[in-house]
């Protein structure tokens, strides 16, 4: 058990017999009463978001989660194919399940898998990744160090804004927590 107030973005909670990871959270302290938290959480199984107020003091069922390296290998249209890196097993997860993950993910990529009581309950991917540009209107010449962006396609099919200076077939490296450009390569 913890305290709402030790609860942090990917931590895995368990309210109300259901699985939840928290996607955010804001602590609160009125002028009066006590302090909550307001917290975003999104129901494993059934991968809807819902938010949820919980008193600064109350208890919450913290879960063991088995986290396991695994290769994406690719996707199928329906899912998408990992394999453990030591047992060499292959596991299928739906791609409407890891739908935000996957606009970061290429074949050949490690990510870690989460499992509990030997189900999948989510991926993690790298905190950085570096993909390829694909398609974005031509660059400026000499234009470096604008604040200006323009939309791009990468080669995972994920749409980011990259500054005016990037190409295509560029490698950019992307925070794959916010999805925004980090730097070209």
């Known amino acids: 058990m913890v305290s709402a107030n030790d609860l942090r973005r990917g931590m895995m909670i368990k309210v109300e017999n259901e699985l939840y990871s928290v996607t955010g ?7 009066k009463g006590g302090a909550f938290i307001k917290a975003r959480l999104r129901n494993i199984k059934k991968n809807a978001i819902i938010e949820k107020t919980f008193r600064a003091t109350e208890k919450i069922e913290n879960i063991y989660i088995e986290k396991r390296r695994m290769q994406y290998l690719y996707s199928d249209g329906e899912s998408s194919i990992f394999m453990d890196l030591e047992s060499f097993e292959q596991e299928s997860i739906s791609n409407s399940f890891i739908e935000e993950e996957r606009k970061f993910l290429k074949e050949g990529q490690e990510v870690d898998v989460n499992f509990y009581e030997s189900q999948i309950i989510s991926i993690e ?7 390829k540009v694909t398609h974005t209107e031509p660059g400026l010449r000499g234009d470096t160090q604008t604040a200006t962006f323009k939309p ?4 995972t099919g994920a749409k980011v804004q990259v500054p005016l200076f990037v190409n295509e077939n560029d490698l950019v490296k992307i925070d794959t927590r916010t999805g925004e450009y980090i730097e070209r390569v």
């Open 25 to 31: 959270f804001q602590w609160t302290k009125p002028g």
């Open 125 to 131: 991917l790298p905190l950085f990744v570096e993909l």
């Open 152 to 155: 791009s396609t990468l080669e």
